[in-house]
């Protein structure tokens, strides 16, 4: 069957073509064939907004593979479509599907500034820099209505609490305004996600993201406003846009880039299920290279859960693909990197009219 004839039998505007079960259902509601029993499951293309109040919204990080200790995260789901999210399996937790309900059904969580100020009150709170998001897009589409992040910043710029941002949406320049006065202060650091320069292949794998052109411009524009801002080369999926790597970092550091990073796919969960059949619908004629590629970084599985291997891979396949990052990012940014935070300026607002001089 020929690529094109497979595309047009893809969902367009979703990464997921299909729901996997939910492992910790007993039972499951699905759609019966009306009428032909080889007849093309259509599934829902429309976007929910459900709410969810947890009782904190600061997450302490734990893994020794991430270089942050705190997050936050305004939504669970997220509508940009990445197929590889590793985000994608939390959605069972709430008796969700990882594949597309992930992109069709988004938790807010509208009390989230209301928590996040409670927590900085706390006198055991020390400041730390706190990573927005560490699990889907904090500027993903529903930001637009819902301004959750924005809020969150407010709240940061309020208590002078440093914050990290990671973000693949154009939607970050609406805030330029309290970017700024963080960047003034010495109190953010973004990193902008570019997989791919291939528009074809952005299309297909992360289905409503901005184009890599306009992500590149929101590196121009955050560091020609004194933003400090890198890029995440993540993930790397070998044989599908690892060969692109030294053309990111490029792009990016003519961009103004100060610093980049990288992480190796891994198919943890529901995604292993979800990229395959993403990936024979979208490339069948390289579908079974790139999963081998995949396996081989991952000692002959799509997955590797663990700590200090897991996102950087081992053998031949990643050996290779990391010297090609670390060679690229030698050649075009050896001689930037970020500004260190500044954890002397926090404090607490006024309580009662009466300032708290021990905060």
Not at 59 to 71: A, E, K, R, T
Not at 238 to 259: F, M, R, T, Y
Request: glycine residues 6%; positive net charge; charged residues 25%.
């Amino acid at each position: 069957m020929s690529n094109d004839r497979n595309k047009t039998e893809m969902i367009k505007g979703r990464g997921a073509q299909i729901n996997t079960a939910n492992r910790f259902l007993k039972h499951e509601l699905v759609t019966e064939h009306i009428e032909r029993l080889d007849e093309e499951l259509q599934l829902s293309k429309s976007t929910q907004y459900l709410n969810e109040f947890p009782k904190k919204i600061i997450n302490s990080v734990n893994s020794p593979d991430l270089n942050f200790g705190f997050s936050m995260n305004p939504y669970q789901g997220c509508e940009h479509g990445c197929i590889y999210c590793y985000a994608r399996n939390t959605h069972a937790y709430w008796g969700l599907s990882p594949g597309i309900d992930f992109e069709t059904k988004i938790l807010i969580k509208p009390e989230a500034p209301k928590l996040l100020e409670a927590e900085l009150m706390k006198k055991n709170w020390k400041p730390a820099p706190i990573m927005l998001s560490g699990n889907t897009d904090c500027y993903q589409p529903a930001e637009r209505k819902f301004k959750i992040t924005r809020q969150l910043l407010e709240v940061a710029l309020k208590f002078r609490n440093p914050v990290g941002m990671i973000t693949k949406n154009k939607l970050i320049l609406r805030d330029l305004d309290l970017l700024k006065q963080l960047a003034q202060l010495n109190l953010v650091h973004v990193m902008i996600s570019i997989t791919s320069l291939d528009e074809e292949l952005r299309l297909n794998m992360e289905p409503r993201t901005a184009t890599a052109k306009n992500r590149l411009e929101v590196v121009r524009t955050l560091n020609t406003n004194g933003i400090p801002t890198g890029v995440m080369v993540a993930p790397i999926i070998p044989g599908l846009n690892s060969h692109e790597i030294p053309d990111i970092i490029e792009a990016a550091a003519n961009a103004g880039a100060l610093k980049a990073g990288m992480t190796m796919v891994r198919l943890n969960g529901d995604i292993g299920e979800i990229f395959t059949n993403w990936i024979r619908k979208a490339y069948p004629d390289k579908a079974e290279k790139v999963l081998n590629k995949i396996r081989a970084a991952h000692g002959g599985n799509l997955n590797d859960s663990n700590y200090g291997r897991r996102m950087k891979g081992d053998g031949v396949e990643a050996d290779s693909i990391h010297q090609l990052f670390k060679n690229s990012v030698k050649r075009f940014l050896s001689d930037r990197n970020f500004p260190k935070y500044d954890f002397t300026l926090f404090k607490r607002p006024a309580l009662n009219g009466q300032l708290d001089l021990f905060g």
